[in-house]
């Protein structure tokens, strides 16, 4: 069966500090690849996304994530992450008429 | 503001009762989708309607239901809720009809239910 898997259920880092989000899928070819930011209380915001193309793909407030086909993975990353970045990401991954979102990433932002 | 409104924000009832959210779809877009949040379940996909009409069905429970009115506005009912509704409901529109592919969805602030 499809999935998509988030490992890190939480995450805390320094500010200023990279970050690396780690989402994988299974998959049998090539899906759609996005990653949305949920602040508290908040939607669901888009940051990125990937259909074909560079690998890497650069997206709102610094963002950025890489397509690697041979890891079947799409990790988000961020150089130095800011305080306001405290939040919830989701990866969302599709194939076909399959629309899958990971469990979430909490991100916490340590002064 | 992401053009997706949803209303209440927050929704307190009881046991057994029922209860409609309702989300107004960004200007232009055809597609509505509803989604549950629930700490234990993350977040799923319940149904989405294009143009009026259902056009996929997700892990909906038999005690819920949605419609799509002619000006796109969707409702979605919950009826004999249980403690276990509780959630955040989400309603989601795009322009495209099809649930998946490069369609992107734009999420709304959510409604927050509690069943007590």
């Known amino acids: 069966a499809q999935s998509v898997t988030q490992p890190d259920i939480h995450i805390t880092v320094s500010e200023g500090a990279s970050l690396e989000l780690r989402c994988n899928y299974s998959?049998?070819?090539?899906?759609?690849l996005f990653w949305y930011v949920q602040s508290p209380g908040q939607g669901l915001q888009l940051l990125l996304k990937?259909?074909?193309?560079?690998?890497l793909v650069q997206g709102i407030n610094g963002f950025e994530a890489e397509f690697q086909r041979s890891q079947s993975s799409f990790n988000l990353r961020k150089p130095s992450v800011h305080w306001s970045d405290a939040a919830e990401y989701f990866c969302?991954?599709?194939?076909?008429?399959?629309?899958?979102f990971g469990a979430g990433t909490i991100l916490r932002v340590k002064s | 503001d992401s053009g997706v409104t949803q209303t209440p924000k927050h929704l307190i009832t009881a046991t057994g009762q029922r209860v409609t959210l309702r989300c107004s779809p960004r200007s232009g877009d055809l597609s509505v989708y509803w989604y549950q949040q629930s700490l234990d379940q993350g977040l799923q996909f319940l149904i989405q309607?294009?143009?009026?009409?259902?056009?996929a069905k997700g892990n909906i429970l038999e005690r819920f239901s949605a419609q799509q009115f002619p000006d796109l506005h969707s409702e979605l009912n919950l009826s004999s809720l249980e403690l276990g509704d509780s959630a955040l409901y989400f309603c989601?529109?795009?322009?495209?009809?099809?649930?998946?592919?490069?369609?992107?969805?734009?999420f709304g602030a959510g409604s927050r239910l509690t069943v007590l």
């Open positions: 998959y049998g070819a090539t899906p759609y």
């Open positions: 990937y259909f074909s193309g560079d690998t």
């Open positions: 989601a529109s795009s322009a495209q009809g099809n649930i998946a592919g490069a369609n992107v969805l734009t």
């Open positions: 309607y294009y143009n009026g009409e259902e056009r």
């Open positions: 969302d991954v599709r194939q076909g008429n399959k629309l899958v």
